[in-house]
């Protein structure tokens, strides 16, 4: 059992928690991720970490309640415990002989990007930080992202912070004007990575993407998470789990991870609504 130790509301839908598990706190690396269950009958999901205390043993997490797990979750108080927390699971983020990176993140993506944003400005890199979201009310880890950056650029849909637009708007005027990366990183929903990749392709500029596909064991072992890569005209197989979770976003197969992304959606509403009239809270 895995006992919360703090609890912080980041925004209506996003929740921090930092949980006590000395042993994942230990050896956890940016890029890392855990899978977690609430209670006995829960399901698994996987949630990146979003930093650690080895003095503490603790591991923070930060979720956006997307569905009936989620949801579960953030109903859990300081105190209270968590069924299972294991990790660390994946490969850590690629930071070595980076010098100039651009972290792009969408939405909660921004929890996933910091953590790697940090090790980059802890390996003493150059960094340029461009997050979005949806309107001013969404926005979590402002101030996080610019003490782990040299620049820092905040995008909203409807310009209620920061610049109105797109996360690759900053992006394709920074590459038109002139400005290279030795790498560009980039954490959200899988159709912005997939605009991120095309805005860097007449540059040339490598863009690593974190995907998120469906995971069940973590381990390799049930296939929930594999993902097409097409290299060198060959499409090969790989599994997000322990090949990634970061990839070579000129590799992807983003329409085939869109539509497999989608396969569940239906089971996945009636799952959170009947968690939520359990908890009798109004539907999605
Ligand atoms: C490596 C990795 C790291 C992640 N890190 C974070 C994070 O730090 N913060 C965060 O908010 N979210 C993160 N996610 C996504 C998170 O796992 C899902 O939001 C969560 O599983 C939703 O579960 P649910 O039951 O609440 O929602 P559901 O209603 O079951 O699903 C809502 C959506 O979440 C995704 N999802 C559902 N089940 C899984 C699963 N088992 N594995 C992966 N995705 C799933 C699907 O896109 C689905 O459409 C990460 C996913 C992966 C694969
Ligand atoms: S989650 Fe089962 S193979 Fe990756």
Known sequence: MYRIIRKKILNAA???MEIEA???????????FIILRVDEEG??????????????GTVKIIFQIAGATTYLLSQKREGEFLRDFSGPLGCAARTEGIQKVCLVAGGVG???????AEAFFRGKADVTAIV????????ILEEEFRAASDRTFFTTDDGSFGEKGSVTLPLARLLAGGERFDE??????????????ETARPYQIPVTVS????????????GGCRLSLLREGKKIMKFACVDGPDFDGYEVDFDE?????????EFERKAYERTCNLFGRAEK
């Open 257 to 265: 991870a869109i539509a497999r992304n989608r396969m569940y959606a």
């Open 184 to 197: 560009i990183f980039a954490v959200g929903p899988l159709v912005m990575m997939k605009y991120v990749v």
């Open 43 to 56: 399901e698994r999901i996987p949630l990146t970490v979003a930093g650690t205390c080895s003095e503490e």
């Open 211 to 222: 995907m998120n596909p469906i995971m069940i064991d973590g381990t390799g072992m049930c």
């Open 132 to 139: 979005g979201f949806r309107s001013r009310e969404l926005v």
């Open 22 to 32: 000395p042993l994942v706190a230990a050896k956890a690396k940016a890029g890392q």
């Open 110 to 116: 921004a929890a996933i990007a910091l953590p790697v």
């Open 14 to 16: 996003v929740v921090q």
